[in-house]
């Protein structure tokens, strides 16, 4: 396909651990396997656990686990977010250094009175010791355009459609966008495909990469599985978690849901055969274009044929 020859591909998976995979999110995965493997790239597993409060105790086991039940085997070692946090501090340094980044005392409440946007930099108050994030200074001029591989053209003017964004949080945490696209950069990450829940976040970490001097992978967003209320089946919400007992008919329903077209008679195969067949049969173009699609029962087998 089409990574560029000089850049080997590399794929990966990044679940945070609030709870185990459910259909949604075991799509997301094989989609990022497949197109990794059909580019005879490298897949990898990172572990985003860089936010407690969200955790599920257990979760992240369970997750390798039932990526190992679907045949879902990653390369290397999986990174774990918690072990990361000299490499963001390193980045937050730089940017603070660069006079890129600064911190601001805001409430909730003051924000929500300037429409959520956070646009100029906050006058100095309170003390350093006091609670504080620190936000990016994004420049006026940051119009920022992708090719998405299954959802097509996107563009966002981070300043005016965001605003100056969150680096580390006024709790202590450091923020998703600086880790993912710290780790990101580090995994030397080629193609990133996901949820579309996270298109919205690419324009930022597209301007954070071009910020910090690093490469910019190819993003593909898949549609987010969704009940049928239209609710986005989430971690969270207590989805149901996928059964490790059936990982054949989960792989088949995750195909047929990606619109892969897989064969009846394949559900009955095992996982590593249906994944051989998957690989060879990925077509990106087939993924429907579409930001939220219904999830499928996991219950019922396709009838024999
Ligand atoms: N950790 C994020 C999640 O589970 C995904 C991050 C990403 O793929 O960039 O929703």
């Not at 409440?109 to 930099?121: N, Y």
Request: charged share 20%; net charge neutral.
């Amino acid at each position: 396909m089409d990574s560029s020859p000089t850049t080997p591909y590399i794929g990966r998976f990044a679940p945070s651990p609030t709870g185990p995979l459910h259909f949604g999110s075991l799509a997301t995965a094989v989609a990022s396997y497949l197109d990794a493997r059909r580019c005879d790239g490298r897949w990898l597993v990172r572990m985003e656990d860089i936010d407690p409060p969200r955790e599920m105790p257990g979760a992240a086991e369970r997750i390798l686990r039932q990526l190992e039940a679907h045949g879902l085997l990653w390369d290397d070692r999986v990174l774990y977010q918690s072990q990361r946090g000299e490499a963001y501090l390193a980045a937050l340094q730089q940017l603070l250094d660069r006079n890129l980044a600064y911190p601001c005392h805001c409430s909730r409440q003051q924000l929500k009175e300037r429409g959520g946007l956070h646009l100029l930099r906050c006058a100095p108050q309170g003390g350093a010791e006091q609670p504080h994030a620190l936000r990016l200074a994004v420049d006026e001029q940051s119009d920022i355009g992708f090719e998405d591989i299954f959802q097509g053209r996107q563009r966002q003017s981070i300043k005016l459609e965001v605003g100056d964004f969150v680096l580390h949080r006024k709790d202590g945490l450091f923020a998703y966008q600086l880790a993912v696209v710290v780790d990101d950069a580090f995994q030397q990450i080629s193609h990133i495909i996901r949820g579309s829940d996270l298109l919205d976040s690419t324009a930022r970490q597209i301007y954070l990469q071009q910020v910090l001097g690093f490469p910019q992978p190819d993003y593909g967003h898949l549609p987010v599985a969704v009940d049928a209320k239209g609710h986005k089946l989430s971690k969270q919400n207590l989805a149901r978690a996928v059964d490790e007992q059936t990982p054949s008919l989960n792989l088949w329903t995750v195909l047929h849901w990606l619109n892969q077209a897989p064969p009846t008679a394949l559900c009955h195969s095992n996982p590593e055969q249906i994944l051989s067949w998957a690989v060879g049969h990925w077509q990106r173009q087939a993924v429907p274009q579409l930001l939220h699609l219904r999830a499928p029962a996991l219950q019922t087998p396709p009838s024999a044929g």
